[in-house]
Structures are given as C-alpha cells and as structure tokens.
C-alpha cells in the first residue's frame, strides 16, 4: 500500500510518500510544496492544488493522511492553514484517494507510544522508521511523513483488532 502524507499549511505544505510492505516502510518520495509570500491567496491555493496533483499523478498513493489543525491562538494563521488543507483535501478526493485524517496526538501516539511526544522524538523515529540517512527538512516534511506511518500504524492496529 502507498500512503501519501499530508501536512498542511498554506506558506510550507509538507508531503511524502510512504510505501507499506507487512510491517515495513520505505520513502517512496518527500518534499514541501512553497508559495510565495507576495501571492494572493488564491494564487497560493491555486499553486498548492497543482503541485499536489502533480505529486498524486506521479507517485499513484492508493490512500491519503492528512493531519487535523491544531488550533493555536492565531484564529487568523488558522483560518489560512484550514484553507490549504480543504486544496489538499479537494486535490486527493479529486484523485480518487480514501482520505483519513489524524490528529497531532495521533500521530505522535501512532509514531513514538506517547501522545506528548516532542518534535525531535517524531523526527528520529521517521528517521528511523524509514532507514534514511538524517531527518527530512524542513519540519513539515518530517511531520507529512509521520503523517504516513501513523496511518500505515493505524491499519496494522486495526487488522490486529479485528484478528486477520
């Protein structure tokens, strides 16, 4: 199964592809998607939405995760993030992809066993998980690529549970 991770955000969009084999994990493909602050907002989304179907067109995931906002003190901020993630949405519905979304806290419990977990912890275990040689730059990749695993994770979980 392929899974294509997404984290949203409307300046940095991260994004990577993860293929799952049994209980193994290997990068298909990772990056960030950038606008440039001097775009009007739709320009951005317009921006976003192409590079992201580009990204599908290319890697053919067969599924999307996509993290939840986390809803900080900048309504503002929060608003725009929510913006690029209804693209990111739209741009994997589009393609047909079943999305499932997660929260940070899921990621973070799907990913390290502890749902506080710190950033660094997150990074060294994608590091880890999918054998690469140092920690994909910048964060929202990391966080895109956790994104993956975390629902590559949840699968697992969720056959264990249901004893296939």
Known sequence: ??????????????????????????????????????????????????????????????VASIEELFFNKNTKTALLVGQARGVAILACANSGLEIYEYTPLQIKQGLVGYGRAEKNQIQYMVKTILNLSEIPRPDDTADALAAAICHGQSVNYQKRMKGL
């Open 1 to 62: 199964m392929k899974i294509l991770g997404i984290d949203p955000g409307f300046a940095i969009m991260g994004y990577g592809i993860v293929e799952k084999q049994g209980n193994h994990f290997k990068a298909c493909g990772y990056g960030s998607l950038t606008t440039n602050s001097d775009w009007d907002m739709p320009d951005r989304l317009k921006h976003l939405y192409y590079r992201l179907m580009e990204i599908i067109e290319e890697f053919q995931p067969d």
